[in-house]
């Protein structure tokens, strides 16, 4: 405890940190401010309860399923009807389309090669692309809310406007698209004058909005049901706190393959010959290498099943796919999630470009020839490892679906159990508190060389 107060009176001491951190803050604050700004036609204080109405009439849950997981994405923006309704996801949808047309597009590979004016470019291009995606998800999203309430006479004090009139869609369709590209700013000034990863910071801020509302009303349930209900809620942190720990462990989990380098050296007889280097490096290969992405991409997929219920209503078996908690939905769920991870895998990570850099630099690794060979081996343990890591991946997904019912009351909480949410917060913490360490690492070596060099001026 002692080391951890330490290390936040370093943080605090260190003025252009502590300048950085206040900046992120001020700008999630900015964002949260935001995503409580209702769409001008609307009222907002009829759409504050007119989710938890529409589910009491027999409407669909919006706290599972992936419009509740744009809702967590967003802070509750999605479904507050506010003008951040988008929020960062139509960035992140412009990022996957650009890093995947970047494997078939010959322009897109070249830029990617470019070093820092190609990323430039691609950035650019992903900011258009942003505004592109926006200009399609606006339209759908109006529609969805407008169909949703406007059958229920009860709801037409919603509206300022009526929501089938242009002055309706128009104004609506500018603000909403605004208020992503304002949403990807606020990210970027994160990334530039903040603690970085700042499109990942605001959509940690969004899940972890929904937190303490989903943990009260879970305790709430729970605590209805006398003192029993006090000890499940104490099982249910601890649980969390495990569930949390592994998703950890799965972050961080590399295989190691060592590798040596080559250096021509001078021999004491005058004659050049091969030395091996005496230190040791290594290749870290992620276990889930793919992270999150293929949970997101299975769940996009996880639509069309939900659409074959519209041929046959009356087949149980297709119903079950418009249920995200039944075991029909979480079966196809979990083996997309698999199959997803090792495609993911395979076009990020680059092996026979690792074994051309490994050959061209002098590295090598042992008992493995350079080259193809090397190009094998790693294709080889990455297929062994990526197998262990989908699965569990997998089962990370489908894991608010296993507690929900079992000792998981209220499906809001249950969200918190893994999926996209968990792994989402576990990975940006990490990153954050990765790149403070290495912030305060590197202040403490200019200090030791600033102090080396005046008492090298004073000895002069």
Known sequence: MKEFIQTLKNIWSLKELREKIMFTLGIVLVYRFASYISLPAINMAEVGNLLD???????????????????????GA?????????GIMPYISASIIVQLMGMAIPYLQKLQKDGE????????????????????????YLTSITQMFLPHAQFASAYYVHPQS?????????????????AMWLGEKITDKGIGNGI????????????????????????????????????????????????????????KIPIQYVSRAQARGGVNRNLMQGARQWIPLKVNASGVMPIIFAQALMFVPGLLTKVDESNTFLAG??????????????????????????????????????????????????????????????SKITLPGSIFLAIFAILPALVYGAFVQTDRFALFFGGT?????????????QQINTYLLNHHYDGLMQSKLSRTNNNL
């Open 53 to 75: 109405i529409y589910k009491d009439q027999g409407g669909n849950k919006q706290g599972a399923g992936l419009l509740g997981l744009l809702s967590s994405f967003t802070g």
């Open 321 to 382: 796919f418009k249920n995200v908690f039944s075991w029909q939905y979480n079966v196809l769920f979990a083996l997309l999630i698999i199959i997803f991870s090792f495609f993911y895998t395979a076009i990020t990570i680059p092996v026979n470009q690792m074994a051309d850099d490994l050959k061209r630099n002098g590295g090598l690794i042992p008992k493995v020839r350079p080259g193809k060979e090397t190009s094998d081996y790693l294709d080889d343990i990455l």
């Open 166 to 182: 242009i002055m309706f869609w128009l104004p609506s369709i500018v603000i909403l698209v605004a208020g992503s590209v304002f």
């Open 117 to 140: 004016s190609g990323r430039n470019t691609l950035n650019q291009i992903t900011r258009w692309l942003t505004i592109a995606v926006c200009l399609v998800q606006a339209p759908s």
């Open 78 to 86: 999605f479904s507050r009807a506010s003008i951040m309704a988008l």
């Open 421 to 433: 949410s968990l792994l989402i917060m576990v990975g940006v913490i990490l990153d954050t508190v």
């Open 200 to 255: 990942s910071i605001l959509i940690m801020v969004g899940i972890l909005a929904d937190l303490p509302g989903a943990f009260i009303q879970e305790v709430a349930t729970q605590t209805g049901k006398g003192g029993f209900g006090t000890i499940m809620i104490l099982i249910e942190v601890l649980f969390w706190m495990v569930v949390v720990l592994l998703a950890i462990i799965l972050s961080v989990a590399v295989r």
